[in-house]
């Protein structure tokens, strides 16, 4: 039953609700207990929302005013006004006290920030750190002049790599968003920020690929021998070179044996991996190999539940990923320089030749390094420090990790050239004939020299297990920029109740979910 409240017409203005009759202009508000007659409903009707705030100092009101009490203050309530009928100046209305509404299930929230500090150093790092590290700097350093790279590489790092690293770092940190929204600061550039996403979509991609090849090199070390140690296999040629006959004269016409493609370990990788033999060009694709696709699948799949929650899963995920390509750097160096020749391969590594640094081409190399090496203008930085605290001392952390970063790129070169000159060693050749980067040394060079050691499978494992970690980190931060915007959370609830909401749930629920994220998705366009 509502209660009908008789209104002055000199209190009209200050209506508050119906709780209890309060002074008005020297006046009082009559209460009628009872239903208004359906004649006064039939006039005119019309609802009006208004949030009922209590304010002390308020001296008219139709409804007395709460006393002040210490503490917070009470929740806001909403109010629904009925205007029943208006007689001599008269207003009689009825008052009823709404639920408060629910909050919105999927609206726009305060930005998540990471679990720990330690997450977001050990994301930072796993994401600069990467393959490059391992087959790309250790390779650049010997062919430009050895420790006198250096100079060049440091400097590139003093002037360029760190301020921009902390350029990017400051930018998401103080306006927590992400590689696209980011620059709201200046819309004219905001193309940029989806540019890089663009990029950091295409890098995903061919990185994912690599990773596949690890995975599937890994599953091929499981093993007692190794299926790249011997000319005995179905894809083997019968060129095909056993490695203990080999020597320098088999070679011939000045061919490097890190170019000699007729190896076991080189026609596994060509022949038994990606069957190259089987395609006359890049115009000849040839049909997908199930082994690969289904590795990649794998690959996808780890993604996704990496990132399936945001920072809050990625950030454990990291205590792994980035932490275990030390350990096993770390191992494989010791082994490294116990091996004979490891002192060759270290002495060319280090080698000083004060005279390459007038070429151009070693102060080219230094700098595309330390941009490809730190990741600066991949957006990456910013999507992670968008997580940040506003208060986070984010130029402390772009010194620490940038730092992290190249000595960690300078010491995987003791591990890769110290088994370089055990393999030079091995083969009666000089260091330049098996030094190289890129597939070729990790999927070529390296697994022949692990296949000579005693306990090979377990080297093996180990190897391709850190890479596979380096892949994965770097890989799943190209993700993080690509759905670090206003798409991210809608997009991967979307995702993620697909498979969830449908076994949970029934149909008519599960097209409500599907319904409300494709509403968020068409929102966030609007916003853009």
């Not at 008052?95 to 050990?122: C, H, M, V």
């Not at 011997?230 to 080999?246: E, I, M, R």
């Not at 970690?469 to 109740?497: C, H, K, Q």
Request: hydrophobic share 45%; aromatic share 14%.
């Amino acid at each position: 039953m509502a209660l009908i409240t008789a209104v002055p017409r000199s209190c009209r203005a200050d209506t508050g609700g119906l709780e209890r009759g309060a002074a008005c202009s020297g006046q009082r508000a009559s209460l009628f207990p009872f239903p208004a007659p359906p004649q006064a409903r039939s006039l005119w009707m019309f609802k009006a929302r208004m949030n009922k705030q209590i304010q002390p100092d308020r001296k008219v009101s139709v409804v007395a005013p709460l006393p002040e009490r210490p503490g917070p203050s009470p929740p806001r309530k909403d109010v629904e006004l009925i205007l029943v009928k208006e007689h001599n100046g008269v207003q009689y209305t009825s008052s009823n006290l709404l639920p408060a509404a629910p909050a919105p299930r999927y609206g726009p929230q305060d930005r998540e920030t990471w679990g720990k500090k330690i997450d977001f150093l050990l994301s930072v790092i796993g994401f600069a750190v990467d393959l490059a590290n391992v087959w790309r700097f250790p390779y650049l350093c010997y062919k430009n002049g050895g420790g006198a790279f250096l100079i060049p590489y440091i400097l590139f790092l003093i002037i360029a790599g760190m301020p921009l690293f902390y350029m990017e770092l400051a930018l998401g940190q103080y306006n927590r968003e992400g590689a696209a929204t980011v620059w709201k600061i200046c819309p004219v550039f905001k193309g940029v920020g989806y540019a890089v996403i663009l990029i950091a979509l295409y890098v995903g991609f061919y990185y994912n690929v690599i990773i596949a090849w690890s995975l599937y090199y890994l599953f091929s070390s499981f093993t007692f021998e190794l299926p790249w140690t011997n000319c005995d296999n179905s894809w083997n040629s019968p060129n095909c070179t056993d490695p203990k006959l080999f020597n320098a004269s088999v070679l011939g016409n000045g061919t490097k044996y890190s170019k000699y493609k007729l190896t076991p370990a080189a026609e596994f990788y060509e022949r038994g991996v990606l069957h190259l033999h089987e395609s006359r060009g890049i115009h000849d694709l040839g049909l997908p190999r199930w082994q690969l696709s289904l590795c990649l699948l794998v690959v996808v799949i780890i993604l996704f539940f990496s990132l399936w929650k945001g920072v809050k899963t990625s950030g454990k995920v990291v205590w792994i990923t980035a932490t275990l390509p030390y350990v096993v750097l770390f191992v494989l160096l010791i082994h490294g320089i116990t091996l004979p020749g490891a002192y060759n391969g270290i002495n060319a590594y280090l080698h000083i030749d004060f005279r390459r640094l007038k070429e151009a081409t070693v102060w080219i190399d230094a700098a595309t390094q330390i941009f490809y090496s730190l990741g600066a203008g991949f957006g990456v930085l910013i999507a992670f420090a968008s997580y940040n605290k506003f208060d986070n001392n984010c130029y402390r952390d772009a010194l620490l990790t940038s730092t992290i970063n190249c000595v960690t790129s300078f010491i995987s070169g003791f591990a890769i050239f110290s088994i370089l000159g055990y393999m030079a060693h091995e083969h009666k050749v000089k260091i330049e004939d098996v030094a190289t980067e890129g597939a070729g040394l990790v999927f070529i060079l390296y697994p022949e020299a692990i296949s000579t050691l005693s306990g090979s499978t377990f080297w093996a494992v180990v190897f391709f297990i850190m890479l596979l970690t380096l892949g994965i980190d770097s890989s799943v931060r190209p993700n993080i920029t690509a759905t670090n915007n206003y798409y991210y959370e809608p997009a991967m609830r979307f995702w993620t109740l697909l498979v969830k909401c449908k076994l949970q749930y029934g149909t008519e629920e599960f097209l409500e979910e599907i319904c409300t994220c494709a509403e968020l998705h068409s929102s966030a366009k609007n916003n853009v």
